[in-house]
């Protein structure tokens, strides 16, 4: 009711669990997947992995009750877009959907505290560079950063398509398919 009611947005479809979820991504084709965990069938995490796999564009927002560290690192780790509790107010959970439409990676405030606090425990790591450019770095710094696509566009100078083509390349380097999962890679590995 909240996103139908809501101008620009529009539900295609609603499902129970991730049993048969390759084929409601390709049927559908939607902007953003809103991601429970718990589901009976094939649970959220387990779904997302197998999302990623024929489509690594799609923006997924994991909506879920579970805030404990295990499933915010293996959702991050398996390619969500973002991760936002359940109890988030509707109007502060419309912004989510669309800073996540728009390129970026929102997370709950109690979440990104947790985020933070895992990657500064493991940011002492001996630091592997994936044999990236100083330009991917760069972008890669700004993904860190939370930048949109188009925002590190206007930083750096260049188009987005420019934008687009580096960030391929550092997913390509870092074995990586989505943008939460290159900003895990970058804490993790201290790359940057």
């Known amino acids: 009711m909240l996103l139908n009611g809501t101008d620009g947005f529009e539900v295609l479809a609603s499902y129970k ?3 048969s979820i ?5 049927a559908w084709s939607p902007d953003v997947v809103l991601m429970d965990i718990d589901m009976p069938g094939t649970n959220g995490i387990e779904g997302l992995q197998r999302l990623r796999k024929v489509n690594a564009e799609v923006k997924v927002l994991m909506l879920t009750v ?10 991050i780790k398996s390619g969500a877009n973002g991760y ?13 959907i669309l800073e ?23 940011h002492s790591r001996i630091s592997e560079d994936y044999d990236l450019s100083a330009r991917e770095k760069e972008v890669l710094q ?10 590190i566009a206007a930083e750096m ?10 960030i391929k390349k550092i997913y390509e380097k870092l074995h990586v ?3 939460s999962e290159a900003v895990a890679k970058a804490f993790r590995d201290n790359i940057i």
Not at 22 to 26: A, S, T
Not at 66 to 72: A, G, L, P
Not at 103 to 113: E, K, L, N, R, V
Not at 142 to 150: A, E
């Open 157 to 166: 100078f260049i188009s987005v398509d420019t934008v687009r083509s580096h």
């Open 177 to 179: 398919n989505s943008k």
């Open 66 to 75: 579970f805030d404990d560290n295990k499933n915010v690192f293996d959702s």
């Open 142 to 151: 700004h993904l860190v950063n939370g930048y949109s696509y188009k925002m």
């Open 100 to 122: 996540a439409s728009s390129g970026g990676a929102p997370m709950t405030s109690s979440i990104a505290t947790q985020v933070l606090k895992m990657f500064s425990e493991t």
């Open 84 to 96: 936002i509790l359940k109890k988030t107010q509707p109007s502060k959970l419309i912004e989510y």
């Open 22 to 26: 390759e084929d409601e991504i390709n």
């Open 17 to 19: 669990n991730c049993n």
